[in-house]
């Protein structure tokens, strides 16, 4: 039942930069209603990554970075860490459903 | 620092009614909204719901015609209630705060359904 579009898997050696990107719609993303980011370790409950679509938590490392253009937003992690494999899920509210919705969610793979 | 607890029963049999509690310690609930979000095993994140203090209530459409949310202010906690479950209600059921983001979450809480 998402309404917001990741990709299912994305990888990257130890370094190097990966993107996700959460696609929406003119009732979510689109209407200009800010999307935030969550990191969900094996086991765990997610975690708050990304908040109003660009700003870090206090103790998230700069190496997340959030962005936000049309109906559309990215996550990106630079210098890829082994501690960052996790699912990345990203998140809105819709006018639609006149709720909060979720992506698909993406599973980060560090090679 | 906020700190949020499921508690329910493990098992639920189909037909029956799901009931989850969170009890919210740290700060009151008092203010910020406080939702219900569910996971079926290895699958993505679906939000059921969240109510205010004051009792007033949203619920995911997919699932209104099954699902009530209480709130109890004098003992710091809220409630999940989704009735005739099945099979795919399945799933690890989160509490958390806030929604616009989702700062605060408990550790979740397995509720099978099965006989």
């Known amino acids: 039942q998402s309404v917001l579009t990741q990709p299912p898997s994305v990888s990257g050696a130890p370094g190097q930069r990966v993107t996700i990107s959460c696609a929406g719609s003119?009732?979510?993303?689109?209407?200009?209603?800010?999307v935030h980011w969550y990191q969900q370790l094996p086991g765990t409950a997610p975690k708050l990554l990304i908040y109003?679509?660009?700003n870090r938590p206090s103790g998230v490392p700069d190496r997340f970075s959030g962005s936000r253009s049309g109906t559309s937003a990215s996550l990106a992690i630079t210098g890829l860490q082994a501690e960052d494999e996790a699912d990345y899920y990203c998140?809105?509210?819709?006018?639609?459903?006149?709720?909060?919705?979720f992506g698909t969610g993406t599973k980060v793979t560090v090679l | 620092q906020v700190q949020l607890q499921e508690s329910g029963p493990g098992l639920v049999k189909p037909a029956e009614t799901l009931s989850l509690t969170c009890s919210v310690s740290?700060?009151?609930?008092?203010?910020?909204?406080w939702h219900w979000i569910r996971q079926p095993p290895g699958k993505g994140l679906e939000w059921i719901a969240y109510?205010?203090?004051?009792?007033?209530?949203n619920y995911n459409p997919s699932l209104k015609s099954r699902v009530t949310m209480s709130v109890d202010t004098s003992k710091n906690q809220f409630s999940l209630n989704l009735r005739s479950v099945t099979a795919a209600d399945t799933a690890v059921y989160y509490c958390?705060?806030?929604?616009?983001?989702?700062?605060?979450w408990g550790q979740g809480t397995l509720v099978t359904v099965s006989s």
């Open positions: 740290g700060g009151s609930i008092t203010s910020y909204y």
């Open positions: 958390a705060r806030g929604g616009n983001p989702f700062d605060f």
């Open positions: 998140q809105s509210y819709d006018s639609r459903l006149s709720g909060s919705v």
């Open positions: 003119s009732s979510n993303i689109g209407a200009a209603y800010v």
């Open positions: 109003g679509n660009t």
């Open positions: 109510i205010y203090h004051s009792g007033s209530t």
